[in-house]
């Protein structure tokens, strides 16, 4: 077969619901390219501390002056990067992510994409208060955009492949693939299929993979097996699951309301975060970086009650302003510091009333973690496997998935948010969360839900003619009307009882003229006149899914869609099918 025709029928098994095998194929091919772009990115932003930092992350054995000096100039270079760019393509990070799969059908811009990767970099090298996983979703989301739109898949499945290129930049950055594989579904795609859990798997298994063969199969932390000493625990682990949603809640307003700010000018945002990031790291230097040296203490039970407390404080006006503002960083490191930092209080707080009873704080640290993680993104499963690989203890889970139902309910109803990421598409005045009926449109392709039985003509046909089109058995007669800005939906049912009343002798003059002669065969048809329904139609391009569809139907008022294959050409040769309402509401109703 052909090489373009293998392309086309894997384009056209991929509009399907279920294209299990190619998107396995695919899955995997992204993970391989979403992993390394993470890598890179990662040494991009590493390499770079080794020349003013002894050990990495340890911002803290920078100079005061340097702690000051580092955030303001970090934002000031990409404050003078912003300023010649088009406000759309400020855009970055998970947000972003999210709106482009909502509203764009999963398209990733070069160019965000671009600044996400230099600009995230910059910020994360100059210790401003965010984590690497933002950037490293939309480099993900990216390189998955950018394969589809090299191969020029459909829309569909485009979608879906987003959703690999999350897994595996989360897997990469964390070296936690079953984390990656729950993000990527419970956060970004909101589905949860076999088809659709497959080639993500594979796609973060490869970039986990790639991550330990180039830094190793140590994982980022090491901490104790340590566990709960006594059910007695728990009322405190309550009490301290309550604090981590009343924080979170508090961190996303926040969020939520600097995030309004962002259409104000970029140096002066930036700037603002410079400054007060390098004023809190003057005395608080555990909040600058990423934090992964500060989280490691904090499940080690290293860090005090007080010092515990004072970064809680600072870290949430650091990175609640700084990623509220704009600063290409994320919000899933910070949480997870935020969390074993309320933790560890609370853990400090049980070993002073239950003395050796009690377990130690860092075993607090870690299921503070997850419960932060999970009712600030709104994201518990995942939350929870992201605490189980990053710190191999199984023990955390009994109180870990108590203390995530907790904060996340609180946080949810008490103070009505939706996760950080919905309540910022809102703040920005974007869509939010799709509803089933729309998840399960964009699922599928009109490629393979279109109806092919249909024959394009000309508006006057002969008797002739149209005897030969109804013998090829079509269900449609599209009537091309090259003066006219769309073509015309004929039944074909209804020219073949017009023939049956030529053969009656029963064809009125109205709807037939003589060209020349007076020779029945030379008789013409206007396909324009004969009884029947006429629909109107629209163009829809091949590559659209069911989603598309209906809001194009929306949107014009046609009756029904034309599928083209190409943007030009004669109509015979683009159309590929067509689409009625009523296909697309048998579709979701099956």
């Known amino acids: 077969m052909p090489r373009t025709n293998t392309l086309e029928h894997v384009r056209l098994q991929l509009s399907a619901r279920e294209a299990l095998v190619p998107l396995a194929g695919l899955g995997l091919i992204i993970g391989i390219l979403a992993g390394g772009v993470t890598i890179l990115f990662r040494l991009a932003m590493e390499w770079p501390t080794t020349f003013f930092l002894s050990v990495p992350q340890n911002y803290e054995s920078l100079s005061p002056l340097w702690r000051f000096v580092l955030p303001v100039l970090g934002a000031l270079v990409i404050g003078f990067i912003y300023l010649p760019l088009s406000p759309k393509h400020y855009d970055v990070g998970v947000v972003h992510v999210l709106d482009r799969l909502y509203n764009h059908q999963g398209k990733m811009p070069v160019q965000n994409a671009l600044l996400q990767f230099f600009a995230g970099a910059i910020i994360l090298i100059s210790g401003h208060s965010v984590g690497r996983e ?5 480099l993900g989301a990216a390189s998955s955009s950018g394969l589809a739109r090299a191969l020029h898949l459909p829309n569909n499945a485009a979608r879906s492949l987003l959703g690999c290129g999350v897994a595996a930049a989360i897997a990469a950055s964390f070296n936690t693939p079953l984390a990656g594989v729950v993000f990527a579904m419970e956060v970004v795609m909101l589905e949860y299929s076999v088809a659709g859990f497959l080639p993500v798997m594979l796609a973060a298994v490869a970039g986990s993979t790639l991550t330990q063969l ?9 901490v104790p097996a340590i566990q709960l000493n006594s059910l007695a625990e728990l009322p405190i682990l309550l009490v301290c699951a309550l604090a981590i949603g009343f924080l979170a809640a508090l961190f996303i307003r926040a969020h939520r309301s600097f995030a309004r700010q962002q259409y104000r000018s970029p140096l002066l945002r930036f700037l603002l975060v410079g400054l007060v990031t390098g004023t809190l790291g003057i005395w608080v230097p555990e909040i600058l970086g990423g934090g992964y040296d500060t989280l490691q203490m904090a499940m080690l039970g290293e860090l005090g009650i007080t010092t515990l407390a004072v970064v809680v404080a600072a870290k ?45 704080p860092g075993f607090y640290a870690m299921v503070g973690m997850a419960a932060m993680m999970a009712a600030m993104l709104n994201a518990p499963l ?53 509803s089933w009926r729309q998840q399960m449109l964009s699922g599928v392709g009109v490629a393979s839900e279109m109806d092919r039985h249909f024959i394009v003509a000309p508006q006057m046909i002969t008797l002739q003619q149209a005897r030969e089109y109804i013998a090829q058995h079509p269900q449609w007669i599209l009537i091309d009307l090259p003066g006219e800005p769309s073509p015309q939906l004929l039944r074909a049912a209804d020219l073949a009882t017009f023939l049956q009343g030529d053969e009656k002798g029963e064809i009125p003059e109205s709807t037939a003229s003589k060209e020349t002669g007076s020779a029945k065969a030379q008789l013409r048809i206007d396909l324009l006149k004969i009884p029947g329904e006429r629909k109107q139609l629209a163009e829809l391009n091949w590559y659209a899914t069911l989603l598309e569809a209906q809001q194009k139907l929306e949107s014009t008022g046609a009756d029904a869609l034309y599928i083209s294959r190409h943007q030009s050409g004669p109509l015979d040769n683009r159309i590929a099918g067509i689409i009625l309402p009523v296909q697309i509401d048998n579709f979701y109703r099956k």
Do not use: K
Request: charge should be neutral.
């Open 134 to 138: 933002g950037p490293a979703v939309h």
């Open 214 to 222: 180039t830094f190793g199969r140590e994982p980022d932390f090491n």
């Open 316 to 360: 949430l006006v650091a990175t609640a302003l700084g990623s509220g503002l704009g600063i290409p960083g994320g919000v899933i490191g910070p949480s997870l510091i935020l969390g074993a930092c309320l933790g560890g209080i609370a853990g400090g707080l049980a070993n002073l009333w239950l003395g050796q009873h009690a377990a130690s």
């Open 382 to 434: 995942a939350a929870l496997l992201a605490i189980l690989e990053l710190t191999y203890n199984p023990n955390i889970l009994f109180p870990g998935m108590m203390m995530i139902v907790v904060a996340t309910v609180v946080s949810r109803q008490l103070f009505s948010t939706q996760g950080i990421y919905q309540e910022t598409l809102r703040a920005l005045n974007r869509a939010g969360t799709p």
